[in-house]
């Protein structure tokens, strides 16, 4: 072969291995994005199924809540065990008793009265009490009553207490089962909707505990976080973002903001333990010191986001309404911040939702503590949501198990509602440069 012929072979076999270098990097590198897809397609898919897992674990366990079992009892107002000084000290606990005497006169002996007088809850005497109190003309009648089961029969009832055990694993004991079954045919029990669960607030009997009290005092410590913390974090961001000097000042004070996002939630109970309650004297366990406490834990958030959404806002939009003659607070207020809004509500409805599910500085103020009453006003002592789960978990008994998911379906709820809201209120308002 010739020199020629040499060069000419030379000169087509370069190109061609640089397209197949090329080629087998393009190769490569779609290998690699594959890869990478399949990966990030991987996560999606176990966070889905981790929170699939999480969800049917809670729905599983507390959708049972919302149902309660009653028993049907044929009282007698007794006019001699309702005398005394009121009906409202009358011996109503007493009648329950004779009632369920009546309908098992065969049970003699005191042990076997006891586990008779188990059979329904021990909140039946303060339902015959209000029945009365609010018609006293049913003293001296018969009338049909359906009062709460107990919480070991309501168990049982709902299939979480096993009948195929031995006697002696088992909270329920034969001749107990034998009652139950006489009640269920003679059609005397059955599955109610649970109102006295979102009716009422906390007891130390299963069967009568309910969320109304915790759900109020969330809704009340929320909306003094809200009035408090939306108005002066916008206010802040305004500021910092438009009027505030670029000096070292601003630069430490924007640094201390971004630290405080991330304290940890209890040491804002520490403070509000120390300042609010200490100091002011603020009423213990009040939705108003809660509001407060988590107020200041807001503030960062609500303020962060509210200037992330001050410069999204072009400049051009400035610049045009200092242009035409406006000053530099009409440029602010009816200018930059309505375009801001979006982002702004968005950020205090997501601060807002962390607050929510906040437990740590709730139970540094002495909202951990047991309440009955449903609160009424802002300074009424109540718990909350978070703290209500927390001490239910806490609890030995079976039936708070189920309350204990209940109520987390019920914040759940709340916080999807809110994401909900802050996802609609981003869409309405939302502008595309």
Same mark, same amino acid.
């Given at each position: 072969?010739?020199?020629?012929?040499?060069?000419?072979?030379? @000169?087509?076999?370069?190109?061609?291995?640089?397209?197949?270098?090329?080629?087998?990097?393009?190769?490569?590198?779609?290998?690699?994005?594959?890869?990478?897809?399949?990966?990030?397609? @991987?996560?999606?898919?176990?966070?889905?199924?981790?929170?699939?897992?999480?969800?049917?674990?809670?729905?599983?366990?507390?959708?049972?809540?919302?149902?309660?079992?009653? *028993?049907?009892?044929? *009282?007698?107002?007794?006019?001699?065990?309702?005398?005394?000084?009121?009906?409202?000290?009358?011996?109503?606990?007493?009648?329950?008793?004779?009632?369920?005497?009546?309908?098992?006169?065969?049970?003699?002996?005191?042990?076997?009265?006891?586990?008779?007088?188990?059979?329904?809850?021990?909140?039946?005497?303060?339902?015959?009490?209000?029945? *009365?109190?609010?018609?006293?003309?049913?003293?001296?009648?018969?009338?049909?009553?359906?009062?709460?089961?107990?919480?070991?029969?309501?168990?049982?009832?709902?299939?979480?207490?096993?009948?195929?055990?031995?006697?002696?694993?088992?909270?329920?004991?034969?001749?107990?089962?034998?009652?139950?079954?006489?009640?269920?045919?003679?059609?005397?029990?059955?599955?109610?909707?649970?109102?006295?669960?979102?009716?009422?607030?906390?007891?130390?009997?299963?069967?009568?505990?309910?969320?109304?009290?915790?759900?109020?005092?969330?809704?009340?410590?929320?909306?003094?976080?809200?009035?408090?913390?939306?108005?002066?974090?916008?206010?802040?961001?305004?500021?910092?973002?438009?009027?505030?000097?670029?000096?070292?000042?601003?630069?430490?004070?924007?640094?201390?903001?971004?630290?405080?996002?991330?304290?940890?939630?209890?040491?804002?109970?520490?403070?509000?333990?120390?300042?609010?309650?200490?100091?002011?004297?603020?009423?213990? @366990?009040?939705?108003?010191?809660?509001?407060?406490?988590?107020?200041?834990?807001?503030?960062?958030?609500?303020?962060?986001?509210?200037?992330?959404?001050?410069?999204?806002?072009?400049?051009?939009?400035?610049?045009?309404?200092?242009?035409?003659?406006?000053?530099?607070?009409?440029?602010?207020?009816?200018?930059?911040?309505?375009?801001?809004?979006?982002?702004?509500?968005?950020?205090?409805?997501?601060? %807002?939702?962390?607050?929510?599910?906040?437990?740590?500085?709730?139970?540094?103020?002495? %909202?951990?503590?047991?309440?009955?009453?449903? /609160?009424?006003?802002?300074?009424?002592?109540?718990?909350?949501? /978070?703290?209500?789960?927390?001490?239910?978990?806490?609890?030995?008994?079976?039936?708070?198990?189920?309350?204990?998911?209940?109520?987390?379906? *019920?914040?759940?709820?709340?916080?999807?509602?809110?994401?909900?809201?802050?996802?609609?209120?981003?869409?309405?308002?939302?502008?595309?440069?």
């Amino acid at each position: 072969m010739n020199r020629a012929a040499v060069q000419e072979t030379i @000169s087509i076999t370069k190109p061609t291995r640089a397209i197949e270098t090329v080629n087998m990097g393009l190769r490569k590198r779609y290998r690699a994005e594959r890869r990478f897809r399949l990966l990030g397609l @991987s996560a999606v898919i176990a966070s889905l199924l981790f929170l699939s897992i999480m969800f049917i674990n809670i729905v599983g366990n507390g959708h049972t809540a919302f149902l309660q079992t009653f *028993v049907k009892l044929n *009282v007698y107002f007794d006019p001699e065990m309702l005398q005394g000084d009121t009906l409202a000290r009358a011996d109503y606990p007493g009648l329950v008793k004779k009632t369920l005497r009546t309908m098992f006169p065969d049970v003699q002996g005191r042990r076997d009265k006891r586990k008779l007088y188990k059979i329904v809850s021990s909140g039946a005497s303060f339902q015959l009490r209000d029945m *009365v109190l609010r018609n006293p003309d049913l003293i001296g009648k018969e009338m049909s009553v359906w009062v709460a089961a107990d919480d070991d029969i309501d168990m049982l009832i709902k299939g979480h207490i096993r009948r195929d055990v031995p006697e002696d694993e088992r909270r329920i004991d034969d001749q107990q089962l034998a009652w139950v079954d006489q009640l269920s045919a003679d059609a005397r029990i059955e599955k109610k909707f649970n109102w006295t669960f979102l009716q009422s607030g906390d007891s130390r009997e299963p069967e009568m505990a309910g969320i109304a009290g915790a759900a109020l005092g969330s809704f009340f410590t929320l909306v003094v976080t809200l009035l408090l913390s939306f108005p002066i974090g916008v206010a802040a961001a305004v500021y910092l973002e438009e009027l505030a000097p670029k000096n070292r000042w601003t630069d430490l004070i924007e640094v201390n903001i971004n630290n405080l996002a991330a304290v940890p939630s209890i040491v804002f109970g520490l403070l509000g333990l120390a300042i609010f309650l200490n100091f002011f004297g603020l009423p213990r @366990s009040a939705p108003i010191v809660g509001g407060l406490v988590l107020t200041l834990m807001t503030f960062p958030i609500i303020i962060i986001a509210s200037r992330a959404a001050l410069q999204s806002v072009p400049p051009s939009i400035r610049e045009a309404a200092l242009g035409i003659g406006a000053s530099k607070m009409q440029m602010i207020v009816h200018h930059v911040l309505p375009l801001a809004l979006p982002g702004i509500l968005t950020g205090t409805i997501i601060g %807002m939702a962390r607050a929510l599910g906040e437990t740590a500085p709730l139970l540094m103020i002495g %909202m951990v503590a047991f309440i009955v009453d449903v /609160p009424q006003g802002f300074s009424d002592p109540s718990t909350a949501l /978070p703290v209500q789960i927390y001490l239910w978990a806490d609890s030995p008994e079976r039936a708070f198990v189920e309350k204990t998911s209940a109520a987390i379906m *019920v914040l759940l709820a709340f916080l999807i509602a809110m994401n909900a809201a802050a996802v609609m209120l981003r869409k309405k308002y939302e502008r595309r440069w």
